[in-house]
């Protein structure tokens, strides 16, 4: 079982930046491929980003590349974010998401924190 709390969401505004984090408990996080989703109002929760255990695969939406990295901390069970240049459309709930199964964008993830509010003002 791995309980993941994320933090770091806040209101910006366009051309800012945030850096999310994702605290996991257990022992065996370095085990977990890690993902990030979102879900804006009204609309269907999207992939964002995902990194295998070892950090050697990567993945990025489209609407993200080139603005948001990745990365994770398996000494410190974190998974991060870092978001620069933010779009207004970039306004959502962020959820960290844990997996044993391979590194991928669908969200058949096994494990979900609760989420972190993001707003981008124009």
């Known amino acids: 079982q791995v309980q993941l709390v994320e933090s770091g969401g806040g209101l910006v505004q366009a051309g800012g930046s945030l850096r999310l984090s994702c605290a996991a408990s257990?022992?065996?996080?370095?085990?977990?491929?890690m993902g990030w989703f979102r879900q804006a109002p009204g609309k269907a929760r999207e992939f964002v980003s995902a990194?295998?255990?070892?950090?050697?695969?990567?993945y990025y939406a489209d609407s993200v590349k080139g603005r948001f990295t990745i990365s994770r901390e398996n000494a410190k069970n974190t998974v991060y974010l870092q978001m620069n240049s933010l779009k207004p459309e970039d306004t959502a709930v962020y959820y960290c998401?844990?997996?044993?199964?391979?590194?991928?964008?669908?969200?058949?993830?096994?494990?979900w924190g609760q989420g972190t509010q993001v707003t981008v003002s124009s």
């Open positions: 998401a844990a997996t044993v199964g391979p590194v991928g964008v669908r969200d058949s993830y096994d494990y």
């Open positions: 257990g022992r065996t996080f370095s085990s977990y491929a």
């Open positions: 990194i295998s255990w070892g950090g050697g695969r990567i």
